[in-house]
């Protein structure tokens, strides 16, 4: 309870913060078209007003829950302005990206660690890739599978979101698989296990936490890369294409749905890796009792 | 053929020279340090060209590094106008304005621990959400200009700054708080003289983050309507020309002020946080 109360009482200023914000920021209009019937509202018609105009520059929280609710939970999901069908679009890139992504983090971390050429020509062009603002190839990379033949966004999406969450889990990996300390090598080679059995018995089950930390950030990224996937050229399926079609048709709803509905589901994953993390430790006995 | 020969011969001659280098006594030498993926970056670029020039692929698809070097050399008036609107006027802008807000919420909500344990775990959540979704409501709220643009950047870089910065706030040991405390040190000289330097390897890990987050939300604001230069248009207007070796020019551009940002903010980390142990080695 001590430690629940200072983050309800954070969460609270922000609900009040963001509802005085609204009537600010939405009064605008309601003082407008006030002025333009010839009349002048009392605070509290303003107050009603901003809390339920269709096209707000800031909807208040509860309209968001509302326009949330109806999309998600009262629409059927095969209609194309449910959330969750356009959720699903978003989740199926997100998870092959992160597979992808992970696999070949975990690839090269174990190149890295096995070879120090490639420790020392791969490494800092790995740290330079992230760097590269991978948005500004994204447009690009959904030309190319284009032109290459594969039809669909689920491939460039794939790339994408692959490209952000592969360096977490190689940073993580390469510190990971190094991080058992000359003794325990000393052992293994007193055993005369060969570097494989070092890599499967020592080294692998050491870089579990590592592994599980990097893979929160990387599901996070991964799911950037989805959304921002579907932006350049004009998706129509997807929480991404939801935004660009909310800001195209100056439909605020359609944007603030999508991004809580993207929070919602960032939250959620990241939740969701906190399991099987704290799960694989257990397993492996080295979760805290 | 003798293209797609030379560059697999070039390829296998840089990976043989690297090896030998990598296992030379010369291996912990900075030039070595510097020349191997120097050597590994170069060998890309000739496989590159060589298999592009080899296999006679379009340039509608790939094309090849010559070509686009030819057409950053023919187009610098362009590329450095959408540079100055995407970087300068977006990225950097929007990046100063949020380092400097989170750098003075996080010394503010470091007085309150009420206000440390609510609003830590509040940041480590939003700092995982996918924030570049709030681009088209700031093109909304701030227009198509840079302004909208930094204003992206600028709710980007707020929380990994402060999270870390409050995680920093809170690296000075007891012992080194009690002989602030035997020298009579008010808080302010608490915090210029131990806390502030103390935190500052956390601080500079949340600004070198936040460099690649500018770039990304400065280009992804521009998708959502931009005036007629920057970075995100020019690419997204060039891939509907099939203009590529102008969309590579482009991305050689962000690489290079990307990682040249990155740098910039990790030499500044070295100059400041010379007494930490991992510049020091």
Redo the contacts between chains.
Sequence with gaps: MR?VL??????AA?VVIWYAASVWMNSTWTLDQAERAGETPTFGQIVADTMAQDRP?LPPPHQVAAELWELTAEKKITSKRSLVYHGWITLQATMLGFAVGAIMGIALAIGIVHS??M???????AI?S????????A??I???SN??GIDGRTVPKTIISAYLSYFPVLVSMVKGLRSPDAMQLDLLRTYSASNAQTFWKLRLPASLPYFFASM??AV?AS??GA??GE???GAIQG??AR??I??QF?E?MI??T??FA??IL??GL?FLVGLLERLALRLTGQGAP | MSWILGALVFWGAA?AL??W???SPY?GRRG??IA??L???LAVLVVWEGLVRGFGVSG???PPPSVIWARIVLSVDILWVDFVQTFVKGALAGYLIGCAAALAVAVVIDRSP??????L??GN?VA???I??????M???FGFDWQSKAAVVVVMVFFPVLVNTVAGLAATDAMQRDLMKTYSASYVQTLVKLRLPAAMPFVFNGLKIS??LA??GA??AE???SPIRG??FR??TS?GQ?A?DM??A??AV??VA??A??GVVAAVEKVVTFWHPSQRS
């Design positions: 430690r200072p983050v309800l009482v954070v969460t922000i520059l120090r050429t420790d020392m020509s791969v490494m800092p062009w330079i992230q760097t590269v603002p991978i948005v500004a190839i447009p690009m959904i030309v190319l032109a290459v929160k950030v996070a799911l950037v959304i921002v932006l350049p050229t929480l991404g935004m660009l909310g800001s100056g605020p944007m603030w999508a991004l993207a929070a960032a939250a990241v | 990976w690297n090896a280098l990598a296992n291996r070595t340090k191997v993926p050597i590994f970056g509608v698809i790939l009420f206000l440390q344990q609510g609003l775990p509040v959540f995982a959400l996918p570049v979704g709030i681009a088209p409501i093109v909304m709220w460099t690649t770039l990304i280009i992804v998708f959502f309507g970075m995100g690419i997204s891939v099939l590529l969309v590579w482009e991305i962000a690489a990307g990682t940002f990155y």
